[in-house]
Antibody, heavy 117, light 109 residues
Framework: EVQLVETGGGLIQPGGSLRLSCAAS????????MSWVRQAPGKGLEWVSV???????YYADSVKGRFTISRDNSKNTLYLQMNSLRAEDTAVYYC???????????WGQGTLVTVSS | SYELTQPPSVSVSPGQTARITCSGD??????AYWYQQKSGQAPVLVIY???KRPSGIPERFSGSSSGTMATLTISGAQVEDEADYYC????????????FGGGTKLTVL
């Protein structure tokens, strides 16, 4: 069974850094396209970043240069390093896995990041 | 940047057909995908590649696409279908970035 569990969220001051983790089970992270999607309180979904199985990475303009997606194959875990955080980065962050022909087919439960002083 | 446009809300009575649209310039070249999100839950994929239904999704959910518009249709909507629905796609510039529509709140009452 595919499972995704996000951790690492919390309250952080503007300008600070945070690293989110997404522990996967039931499949191999490095063999799949893995993404981060966020949702600000009361707002819609926003695509954030993707890492392909070959290692290529892509980012939304709103986070490019500040966020870095990566994975640790030995831990079967996906990460999102978030630097220079802003109030507008406040959101629930979901990790998601693609399935053949189906982007974002599996989702974790999300972790809340609050950027506030 | 590329945008997908959805109506903010759609309302139907139980048993009626609900249609939710999604417009985007790249949709003639790119597939549309649809996600259902119920309150407090993670999204669930209900339609992929414009019109295909994942296993476990009820047959009353269907999708279509024509030109710059994709449509999610729920035939005989039920109270449990009340949720936010998001279309998703990528633009045609080759930048590998995903984009969601703004979401449509479906009310069934």
């Amino acid at each position: 069974e595919v499972q995704l569990v996000e951790t690492g969220g919390g309250l952080i001051q503007p300008g600070g850094s945070l690293r989110l983790s997404c522990a996967a089970s039931g499949f191999t992270v490095s063999s799949n396209y893995m993404s981060w999607v966020r949702q600000a309180p009361g707002k819609g979904l926003e695509w954030v970043s993707v890492i392909y199985s070959g290692g290529s990475t892509y980012y939304a303009d709103s986070v490019k240069g500040r966020f870095t997606i990566s994975r640790d194959n030995s831990k079967n875990t996906l990460y999102l390093q978030m630097n220079s955080l802003r109030a507008e980065d406040t959101a629930v962050y979901y990790c998601a896995r693609d399935r053949e022909a189906c982007p974002l087919a599996y989702w974790g439960q999300g972790t809340l990041v609050t950027v506030s002083s | 940047s590329y945008e997908l446009t959805q109506p903010p809300s759609v309302s139907v009575s139980p048993g009626q057909t609900a249609r939710i649209t999604c417009s985007g310039d790249a949709l003639p070249k790119k597939y549309a995908y649809w996600y259902q999100q119920k309150s407090g839950q993670a999204p669930v994929l209900v339609i992929y590649e414009d019109s295909k239904r994942p296993s476990g999704i009820p047959e009353r959910f269907s999708g279509s696409s024509s030109g710059t518009m994709a449509t999610l249709t729920i035939s005989g909507a039920q109270v449990e279908d009340e949720a936010d629905y998001y279309c998703y796609s990528t633009d045609s510039s080759g930048n590998h970035r995903g984009v969601f529509g703004g979401g449509t709140k479906l009310t069934v009452l």
